[in-house]
């Protein structure tokens, strides 16, 4: 009895550790995947060959050898997901990471600054959420034109009041807890306390926006791009793969579905390392 | 011990909140090395007068008068940065709420530290040695282990210790302790007693401890004030007030004090009448309401007069208190 407890003890700790590092792994390969893109992919993402469209994962034509299908110009959809690797995860990351870090350190401010500071920074996130998307991106493409910095900075112009607001409400509970007082009233600036006391006690919630927001960042890539907003065809990003697979869904499902693939389980990965990270800087819990 | 200057001096301090003057008039004396106990029912005051010495009070609260004093220096003149560099270091404070005190996130070691580096800018290592020894000296067994723990990992007592450790970290000239065995356990809360008894010994601290048990005030004050709506009612040594207290509030007050040959654990409550919100006491003395020898002399303000060495009472009828049963 007490073996078989411990047995299964020792399973289920195996299977959490092995599924802490499984999606590091992944994720490494995705990166990878992206930073060594010329040498990995099999082919030029861009080379069309109009005698081999839409054919199955495995065909063979011409010089091509479509392991993942080829899409409705030819091309090699395996070698258009590794180099889409390099638009998605770049604009993914850099706007998670910069909309995260303005939106904290506003909602932060509002949070512990209060006053005409909290007044002004919440009504700008009001005004800001209320700006739809769309009209943003249509608005900045008309002004800087297409690029992918654009996109990241579109995104971050419309992604970061969600941090603010997350960051805003846990602060002002924090702040209000005796052992932050007792910092601030001892004359500890307040990007000290801001650092040491508020930032790890909220950094939690944070985490769990921002592996939410991971995902759809590579979605409104496509959709920015689908505007003519970001990188324009024939480059590829998992999002317009995406997109203009959707329409062949019905005759040739591998171009929409293999990226869409790679994207679940980049998001999942990312979940899974942010339940991780939430839990490390947790002592409560490891 | 009375040395020629006392440590902590409020003179005739006056907090209003919505025009209600809820503090009124409060004057306290500390010197080094004496435990002052500042008593009362509960929302006497007792909270905000501890807060104002170091103008820690909450926003809707004004300090409307009266001048506080810390070893010669007038703490309600000093700008908010030198009043910073005061707190914690000079003066140090234990608040009410000893748990949500700690940091959850941050090592124990780290919160005892926290004053010393923002107040002498000491390096980790000096730092953390200085810790441990402050923690072994509040009777912190394995204070390296301690040290390294988080607040969840160590029981209420333990944490109530670091919280004085770290209070006691810069070796403050006044302590200021809000009900600082109010949560705790009886065994735990007479070793924190034991420890701020050995540390106004030993260190010369001053210490202002509020309460509102008078069982506390017996066994670790050497003074006390005793306040009702905002009024210092009595105050002076310990003994002199246990023993022929001239204010009818505390006569009442040592009633509920259980003793072993007596009726079971009185409550306070079990003083008639109930205290009246802020700012709804009668004019003249406040306790008028609720005291068996009020007359219409009660109607003026009763100032507070010497009716022994060092003992004060505001009463129109301080000699007759002792008739009271
Ligand atoms: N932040 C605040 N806002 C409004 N009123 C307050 C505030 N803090 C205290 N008061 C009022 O001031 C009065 C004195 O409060 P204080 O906290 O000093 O009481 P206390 O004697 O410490 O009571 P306790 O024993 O319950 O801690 C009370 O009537 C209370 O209602
Ligand atoms: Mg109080």
Redesign the pocket.
């Known amino acids: 009895m007490s073996g078989l407890v411990a047995q299964r003890i020792t399973f289920s700790q195996a299977l959490v550790k092995t599924s802490r590092w499984w999606p590091v792994a992944l994720i490494a390969m995705f990166v990878a995947a992206a930073i060594f893109a010329p040498l990995i992919a099999p082919y030029d993402p861009n080379a069309q060959n109009l005698v081999g469209r839409l054919k199955p994962p495995g065909t063979v034509s011409r010089t091509f050898h479509y392991w993942l299908g080829s899409d409705e110009l030819g091309r090699d959809v395996l070698s258009r997901i590794i180099y889409g690797a390099r638009i998605s995860l770049t604009v993914a990351f850099a706007s998670v990471i910069l909309s995260g870090a303005v939106g904290v350190c506003l909602g932060m401010m509002a949070g512990y600054r209060r006053g005409w500071v909290e007044m002004v920074i919440m009504r700008v996130v009001d005004v800001f959420l209320s700006i739809p998307a769309i009209l943003l991106a249509i608005i900045t493409v008309a002004v800087l034109g297409p690029s992918l910095l654009n996109v990241i900075l579109v995104l971050v112009l419309t992604r970061w009041p969600r941090y603010a607001r997350v960051a805003y409400g846990q602060t002002l509970a924090v702040a209000n807890m005796p052992y932050v007082r007792l910092s601030a009233f001892m004359g500890a600036s307040a990007t000290r306390v801001l650092l040491r006391h508020v930032l790890p006690n909220i950094i939690g919630a944070i985490t769990v926006v921002a592996t939410l927001e991971f995902g759809l960042m590579v979605l409104f890539e496509a959709g920015l791009s689908f505007l003519g907003l970001g990188v324009q065809p024939p480059t590829a990003s998992w999002g317009a793969i995406l997109s203009v697979g959707r329409n062949y869904l019905a005759n040739a499902w591998w171009i929409a579905t293999l990226p869409g693939a790679c994207l679940f389980l980049l998001v999942l990965a990312i979940n899974l390392i942010g339940d991780f990270v939430r839990d490390y800087l947790d002592p409560r819990i490891h | 011990m009375n040395a020629a200057e006392p440590v902590l001096a409020m003179r005739d301090v006056a907090i209003e909140i919505g025009g209600a003057r809820v503090v009124d008039g409060v004057s306290i004396t500390a010197s080094a090395g004496r435990i002052v106990a500042l008593v009362g029912e509960s929302g006497c005051g007792?909270?905000l007068t501890a807060l104002s010495i170091l103008r820690l009070l909450p926003k809707a609260a004004r300090f409307t008068g009266g001048t506080v004093e810390l070893g010669g220096r007038v703490l309600s003149a000093m700008s908010e940065e030198q009043l910073a560099g005061v707190r914690g270091d000079e003066v140090a404070i234990i608040f009410?709420e000893p748990i949500a005190s700690l940091n959850p996130l941050m090592r124990a070691g780290e919160q005892v530290e926290e004053a010393l580096r923002l107040h002498r800018g000491l390096g980790s290592a000096e730092a953390r040695r200085e810790a441990i020894a402050m923690m072994t000296r509040v009777g912190i067994s394995d204070a390296e282990r301690r040290a390294e723990q988080y607040p969840f990992e160590l029981s209420g007592g333990m944490c109530q210790r670091i919280m004085i450790a770290a209070a006691l970290i810069c070796r403050p000239k006044l302590l200021i302790a809000?009900?600082p065995t109010t949560a705790l356990d009886v065994t735990i809360q007479a070793q924190i007693l034991d420890l701020m008894r050995d540390l106004r010994q030993s260190a010369g601290t001053a210490i202002l401890v509020?309460t509102h048990d008078m069982g506390v005030v017996a066994d670790l004050a050497d003074d006390v004030c005793i306040m009702y709506g905002g009024r210092i009612v009595e105050s002076g040594p310990v003994d002199a007030i246990f023993e022929e207290p001239r204010h009818p509030y505390t006569k009442l007050l040592l009633a509920t004090i259980p003793k072993l040959d007596g009726p079971r654990k009185v409550d306070l409550k079990t003083i008639a009448g109930v205290v009246p919100a802020a700012g709804t006491w009668p004019d003249g003395c406040r306790f008028r309401n609720r005291c068996p020898l009020a007359d219409e002399a009660c109607a003026t303000v009763p100032p507070l007069v010497e009716v022994g060495p060092d003992h004060d009472t505001a009463c129109w009828h301080s000699t007759r208190v002792a008739e009271l049963a």
């Open positions: 007792k909270s009410q809000d009900e509020i």
